[in-house]
């Protein structure tokens, strides 16, 4: 038996106007994935429990079987692991992201953040970027002070480590969450360690904004990588081995840190494909091909993709539907064509591991829906794979019993 977890992140949405008040999947073509519905359950799960943050950050870790009320401590030492940081007691980890400040002399606490992802940065000019900021003699020293260190990565996401660190009573907040909002209110607060953070992120932009690295995005129309920001802050964290607690190994297939960390931690091999991006211009076929490879070698498989999520995020409503109708036929559809060819018995348990709102562009912490499908049998559901199909099914509190159900196991 073979089994397929498929998650296609935050592709669940709310009713959008746009799209006659229907979701993003209820306006989308997924032929092979209604085909699987159809024969099989679709119900909805609460991947995302109060009071934890509505995110990949707790909605994964309920998917591959980890209860986030009990594992979670943050979303940036699960990044870490996946690259291969190593955390030392008193450690704190930090996503930096690259971001877009609005324009304008007025001071950064006014401005407006009109991209969590500086436009989508590509990982050259990414990388370019943080050298500037590494390069820089202020900033260099600023860190030095704050006792921290950031891993340079080629993607919008950088990673910083904070030796010594005291996370108690401050807050950070998703940049993600704020898009179009003035940012003064979001900046770390708490208390007096919290500047550290602000101060840095000042430097960052008064660095940046003007620097010729930036303006030559500009002047080719693109967004300016003109600052950073500290958010999914966390300590390090251990998660029970997949193995003791299933009985197999297997992959991960993804081109997000964040996921792969998770796998990394529970005993399953990180698969990094070559010009997989996390974007809807990631490597469809590269991602495909991967995954059958590793369901040859291995019974368990999750294949991760980000470009729902990050559509949403940039407001790209056409790019969404594209990539939900891509995960369709360039990576569901194909996939199962080879499991029926080879004649392989198959699970496949597909969902959004949470809601991403057009209307908002953030995230939203409701339950989405799954699916779940077994090629030996027909449930006879007769259904579609939705928002609304999933209310009418069953209803799962938590989603750390996902895993579960895919492997017919009993608790």
């Known amino acids: 038996m073979k089994y397929l977890l498929v998650i296609g992140d935050g592709m669940a949405d709310d009713p959008v106007p746009q799209l006659g008040n229907k979701t ?3 306006a989308a073509s997924i032929p092979a994935i209604d085909a699987m519905a159809a024969r099989g359950t679709v119900g909805s799960v609460v991947n995302c429990p109060a009071p934890l943050p509505a995110g990949s950050e707790t909605a994964i870790l309920s998917i591959f079987g980890c209860d986030p009320r009990d594992y979670f401590t943050g979303r940036s030492p699960m990044e870490a692991a996946a690259a291969g940081i190593t955390m030392r007691p008193g450690d704190a980890a930090f996503r930096c992201n690259l971001i877009s400040f609005e324009d304008g002399d007025m001071p950064m606490e006014e401005k407006r953040i009109l991209s969590h992802s500086a436009g989508s940065i590509d990982g050259p000019s990414a990388l370019e970027t ?4 590494l390069g820089d003699s202020r900033f260099a020293k600023a860190l030095a002070e704050a006792r921290m260190e950031i891993h340079r990565f080629p993607a919008f996401r950088q990673l910083a480590v904070q030796h010594e660190s005291d996370l108690s009573g401050i807050r950070f907040t998703p940049p993600h969450d704020h898009l179009g909002e003035k940012i003064g209110q979001y900046l770390p607060a708490g208390n007096e360690r919290a500047d550290v953070f602000s101060r840095l992120m000042v430097l960052a932009h008064e660095i940046l904004d003007h620097h010729p690295v930036t303006e030559k995005r500009r002047a080719a129309g693109k967004l300016p990588a003109n600052g950073i920001w500290f958010w999914a802050e966390g300590t390090a964290v251990a998660l ?3 193995r003791e607690q299933y009985g197999m190994d297997g992959a991960v297939v993804s081109a997000v840190p964040l996921c792969h960390g998770i796998g990394v931690l529970r005993g399953l091999e990180m698969v990094e494909v070559k010009g997989a991006t996390g974007e809807l211009d990631t490597n469809f076929a590269g991602k495909l091909e991967a995954t059958w490879e590793k369901l040859n070698q291995y019974d368990f498989v999750c294949l991760h993709l980000e470009a729902p999520d990050e559509c949403t995020h940039n407001g790209d409503l056409p790019g969404k539907l594209q990539a939900i109708e891509w995960l369709d036929s360039k990576l569901v559809a194909p996939l199962l064509r ?17 809601k991403t709102l057009t209307a908002t562009r953030g995230h939203g912490a409701e339950p989405v829906p799954f699916l779940l499908y077994d090629s030996r049998r027909d449930a006879g559901h007769g259904g579609a794979y939705d928002e609304s199909a999933g209310e009418k099914g069953p209803f799962l509190e938590n989603g750390s019993v996902l895993l579960d159900l895919l492997f017919e196991k009993r608790r």
């Open 24 to 26: 993003p999947l209820q």
């Open 130 to 133: 943080v050298d500037v900021l």
């Open 240 to 242: 029970p081995s997949f």
């Open 338 to 354: 080879r499991l029926e060819t080879a004649k392989l018995d198959h699970r496949v348990l597909l969902l959004s591991d949470h």
